[in-house]
C-alpha cells in the first residue's frame, strides 16, 4: 500500500486525490509530471499499474454495491438474480405478464409524469422501480432546460424531455455506431446506399440511436448525410470523440507533452484544440433538418478511468480532466455558438471504479446532462459486470435527477465468438429491464461492425442472431419506427415531420425559400461530385482497407485489448478479413411491429 501510494506521487502531487495546494497552484505548460514521466510506458503498462490499485479499492466498492443491492430490495423485496443471475433471470422473464396491447411497458400519451406525487413506478414483470424525477428546470413550454446550456434549441429541450419520459418506461432505445456507414460487409463513406446491418439483420428494423466519431469530421470525412438518414427514421444522434493529442498530433493514445494540461489557455496544444472545436462546432451547427438544428448527445473525454487515452487516468489529473471538460463546453458554447448539445459523461467499468468516476473527476451538476458509462467485459463476465455498473451508476443518477445511458458497451473485442443464441436476451435485456434500477437506462449504444470477424450487430447465420430477433421484437426494446417512441416526438414536437416551431429565425412563407432552406440544410459541406454514388465497394476497400481509418496504432490496440476492458478501434484488418465489397443489399423499411 505505502509503495503503490508513493509511486502515484511526483512533485509533492498525488494523483486521483487533490490536495488544498494542489487545487490553489496554477497549471501552467511548463509544469512538469508524473504523467509526462510516464508518457514511454506502454498501455500493457499502464493497465497493469491501475489494476493493481484498484484491487486496493474492492472493500469499497463492495461497499458501493451493498447500497445498490439494498435500494433494489427496497423497491422490490428481493435481491436481484439473488437466485443465481440465470434461473433468476428466467423465472421473472417467465412470469411477467403480457404486454398490455394498448399503452406498452409504462408509456402514456400523457406527457411527462414526473410531477405527480409517487416516487415509484410499475414495472410490467410486477415489481416496481424507483421514479426519476428530474432536477432540471423547465421552460415555459414545460419542456426540461439541459444543465450545460440554458440556450438550448428547442428540439435539445424536447429530446431531454423525451428521455426524461422513457427513464421511467423498463424499455430501452437500442444503439449502433456506425450503422449507416459501415457494417460486416458493406463501407458506405457517401451514405448514398442505405445499408445498416440493423436493417439487413432484422429485414427492415434501424437503430433508435445512432452514433458517430467526431474525430472523423477532422481527417476529411462528412457524415451530414447519414445523420440525416438517422434522424430522418426517428433515430438520436450521438457524437463521441476520439481526439488527437493536441500536442504532438498523435492518437487518442499518445501521452506525449501533457496534452490534458497543455488544450487550456496558455497551453502548447491550445491553438490545435480550439482549431478542433472550431470545425467540429460548426459541422453541429450545420446539421438541420426541417429548419431544426438536430440535437447531439456529445461523449466527450470519455473512459476517464481506464488508462488508454490521453485524458485517462493513467496520462492525466482530474482537476486537469475537469477544467478542461468545462473549457471545452464553454468554447462550443460561447465561441462557437453551439446550443443543440446534450452532454453525457461516461468513465469506464463504473462499478470498479465508482468513486473515482463520480466523485473525484466529477465534471459537476452543471456540466452534465446525462450520467453515463461505458462497460465492455469478457463474455463469461458481462452480465454480472453490467448488472453492478447499472445499479450503481442508476442509483446516482436518481439522486441526481439526471437521465441515465449507456454509452457504449458490449463483449469485449465484439459478440462473434459467442455461441449462445440468447446472448441478447438472456444475458442482456433481460438483466437490464428486469431490474429496477437498471430499468432506468433509456439507451444502451454497441459498438460498429468492423468485419465479419469483428462485430457487435450479428446478421443471419451468426450464433446470435436468433436473440437479436428476439430482442428487436420484444416491447423491451425500442427501434427506431416503434410508436411509443414516435408519439413521444410527436408529443414534444421534435425530430422528423414535427409540428414544432423552428428554434432559428423565422422561416420564409415563400415555398421557395423553404424548399431552399431544406435543401441547403441537408446538403453535404464537401465537394462530393454528383458521380459519388459510382464509387464501388472496391475503390472504398482501397481507401479505407474495408473499412474506417483505424485512430491507433496495431500494437497500442492489440496491448490494450489484453486488458478485456478496453473498448477503443482494434488492430487494422489485413486485406484477408477485411469487408469484401459484397455489400447485402438494405430490406425495405419497415417499422417494428411493437
Given at each position: 500500500m505505502v509503495a503503490e501510494t508513493d509511486s502515484m506521487a511526483s512533485g509533492g502531487r498525488t494523483y486521483g486525490a487533490l490536495s488544498a495546494e494542489d487545487e490553489a497552484a496554477p497549471l501552467t505548460p511548463e509544469s512538469q509530471s508524473m504523467r509526462d514521466s510516464r508518457a514511454e510506458d506502454s498501455v500493457v503498462e499502464r493497465v497493469q499499474r491501475q489494476r493493481r490499485r484498484y484491487s486496493m479499492m474492492q472493500f469499497a466498492v463492495a461497499g458501493v454495491g451493498a447500497l445498490a443491492v439494498a435500494g433494489t430490495v427496497a423497491y422490490t423485496g428481493t435481491v436481484a438474480g439473488?437466485?443465481?443471475?440465470?434461473?433468476?433471470?428466467?423465472?421473472?422473464?417467465?412470469?411477467?405478464?403480457?404486454?398490455?396491447?394498448?399503452?406498452?411497458?409504462?408509456?402514456?400519451?400523457?406527457?411527462?409524469?414526473?410531477?405527480?406525487?409517487?416516487?415509484?413506478?410499475?414495472?410490467?414483470?410486477?415489481?416496481?422501480?424507483?421514479?426519476?424525477?428530474?432536477?432540471?428546470?423547465?421552460?415555459?413550454?414545460?419542456?426540461?432546460?439541459?444543465?450545460?446550456?440554458?440556450?438550448?434549441?428547442?428540439?435539445?429541450?424536447?429530446?431531454?424531455?423525451?428521455?426524461?419520459?422513457?427513464?421511467?418506461?423498463?424499455?430501452?432505445?437500442?444503439?449502433?455506431?456506425?450503422?449507416?456507414?459501415?457494417?460486416?460487409?458493406?463501407?458506405?463513406?457517401?451514405?448514398?446506399?442505405?445499408?445498416?446491418?440493423?436493417?439487413?439483420?432484422?429485414?427492415?428494423?434501424?437503430?433508435?440511436?445512432?452514433?458517430?466519431?467526431?474525430?472523423?469530421?477532422?481527417?476529411?470525412?462528412?457524415?451530414?448525410?447519414?445523420?440525416?438518414?438517422?434522424?430522418?427514421?426517428?433515430?438520436?444522434?450521438?457524437?463521441?470523440?476520439?481526439?488527437?493529442?493536441?500536442?504532438?498530433?498523435?492518437s487518442s493514445l499518445n501521452c506525449h507533452g501533457h496534452?490534458?494540461?497543455?488544450?487550456?489557455?496558455?497551453?502548447?496544444?491550445?491553438?490545435?484544440?480550439?482549431?478542433?472545436?472550431?470545425?467540429?462546432?460548426?459541422?453541429?451547427?450545420?446539421?438541420?433538418?426541417?429548419?431544426?438544428?438536430?440535437?447531439?448527445?456529445?461523449?466527450i473525454f470519455h473512459e476517464c478511468t481506464g488508462s488508454w487515452y490521453w485524458w485517462g487516468e493513467e496520462c492525466s489529473h482530474s482537476g486537469e480532466y475537469i477544467e478542461a471538460w468545462k473549457y471545452t463546453q464553454w468554447y462550443l458554447r460561447e465561441v462557437v455558438g453551439v446550443h443543440n448539445l446534450l452532454y453525457i459523461y461516461a468513465p469506464s467499468k463504473p462499478s470498479d471504479t465508482f468513486y473515482d468516476s463520480y466523485d473525484v473527476w466529477w465534471p459537476g451538476d452543471d456540466a452534465v446532462d446525462i450520467v453515463g458509462f461505458d462497460r465492455y467485459s469478457k463474455y463469461t463476465l458481462y452480465p454480472t459486470n453490467i448488472l453492478k455498473d447499472c445499479q450503481?451508476?442508476?442509483?446516482?443518477?436518481?439522486?441526481?435527477?439526471?437521465?441515465?445511458?449507456?454509452?457504449?458497451?458490449?463483449?469485449?473485442?465484439?459478440?462473434?465468438?459467442?455461441?449462445?443464441?440468447?446472448?441478447?436476451?438472456?444475458?442482456?435485456?433481460?438483466?437490464?429491464?428486469?431490474?429496477?434500477?437498471?430499468?432506468?437506462?433509456?439507451?444502451?449504444?454497441?459498438?460498429?461492425?468492423?468485419?465479419?470477424?469483428?462485430?457487435?450487430?450479428?446478421?443471419?447465420?451468426?450464433?446470435?442472431?436468433?436473440?437479436?430477433?428476439?430482442?428487436?421484437?420484444?416491447?423491451?426494446?425500442?427501434?427506431?419506427?416503434?410508436?411509443?417512441?414516435?408519439?413521444?416526438?410527436?408529443?414534444?414536437?421534435?425530430?422528423?415531420?414535427?409540428?414544432?416551431?423552428?428554434?432559428?429565425?423565422?422561416?420564409?412563407?415563400?415555398?421557395?425559400?423553404?424548399?431552399a432552406d431544406d435543401q441547403a440544410a441537408q446538403a453535404p459541406d464537401d465537394d462530393i461530385g454528383t458521380d459519388a454514388s459510382d464509387v464501388d465497394d472496391a475503390a472504398a476497400i482501397a481507401l479505407g482497407n474495408g473499412g474506417l481509418p483505424q485512430d491507433d496504432d496495431t500494437a497500442a490496440a492489440l496491448a490494450a485489448e489484453a486488458a478485456d476492458d478496453f473498448n477503443g478501434p482494434g488492430p487494422a484488418t489485413s486485406s484477408s478479413t477485411s469487408k469484401q465489397g459484397q455489400a447485402m443489399p438494405p430490406s425495405p423499411f419497415n417499422t417494428p411491429s411493437h
Open positions: 439473488g437466485k443465481g443471475g440465470a434461473v433468476a433471470l428466467d423465472e421473472s422473464a417467465a412470469q411477467a405478464p403480457a404486454p398490455p396491447t394498448g399503452k406498452a411497458r409504462g408509456f402514456d400519451d400523457t406527457g411527462s409524469g414526473t410531477d405527480d406525487a409517487t416516487d415509484v413506478v410499475s414495472m410490467d414483470n410486477g415489481k416496481v422501480a424507483p421514479k426519476l424525477v428530474p432536477s432540471y428546470e423547465k421552460d415555459e413550454e414545460g419542456l426540461y432546460i439541459p444543465s450545460t446550456d440554458p440556450n438550448a434549441t428547442r428540439a435539445t429541450k424536447a429530446l431531454l424531455t423525451a428521455l426524461v419520459d422513457v427513464a421511467n418506461t423498463d424499455s430501452i432505445m437500442f444503439g449502433h455506431e456506425n450503422t449507416n456507414i459501415e457494417g460486416q460487409w458493406f463501407w458506405d463513406e457517401y451514405g448514398n446506399e442505405g445499408h445498416s446491418d440493423v436493417t439487413n439483420a432484422t429485414g427492415g428494423g434501424f437503430p433508435s440511436v445512432v452514433g458517430y466519431n467526431a474525430e472523423q469530421i477532422l481527417t476529411g470525412q462528412n457524415w451530414t448525410t447519414q445523420v440525416h438518414e438517422a434522424y430522418a427514421r426517428g433515430s438520436v444522434v450521438t457524437f463521441f470523440w476520439s481526439a488527437s493529442n493536441p500536442v504532438n498530433g498523435g496534452p490534458m494540461k497543455n488544450l487550456l489557455p496558455g497551453g502548447t496544444g491550445n491553438g490545435n484544440w480550439t482549431k478542433d472545436l472550431d470545425k467540429i462546432g460548426a459541422f453541429f451547427k450545420g446539421l438541420k433538418y426541417q429548419g431544426d438544428h438536430i440535437p447531439i448527445i456529445f461523449r450503481n451508476v442508476s442509483s446516482l443518477a436518481i439522486t441526481k435527477g439526471k437521465v441515465v445511458a449507456l454509452g457504449e458497451t458490449g463483449i469485449a473485442d465484439g459478440i462473434q465468438g459467442v455461441t449462445n443464441s440468447s446472448w441478447f436476451m438472456h444475458d442482456f435485456v433481460n438483466i437490464l429491464m428486469n431490474d429496477p434500477l437498471c430499468s432506468k437506462l433509456t439507451y444502451a449504444l454497441t459498438f460498429a461492425n468492423e468485419s465479419p470477424n469483428r462485430y457487435w450487430v450479428p446478421l443471419k447465420g451468426n450464433p446470435t442472431h436468433k436473440g437479436f430477433i428476439e430482442f428487436y421484437q420484444s416491447d423491451l426494446s425500442i427501434f427506431a419506427g416503434d410508436t411509443r417512441w414516435t408519439s413521444l416526438m410527436k408529443m414534444y414536437g421534435f425530430g422528423p415531420r414535427s409540428s414544432a416551431t423552428t428554434d432559428d429565425a423565422p422561416i420564409s412563407d415563400d415555398p421557395n425559400l423553404q424548399a
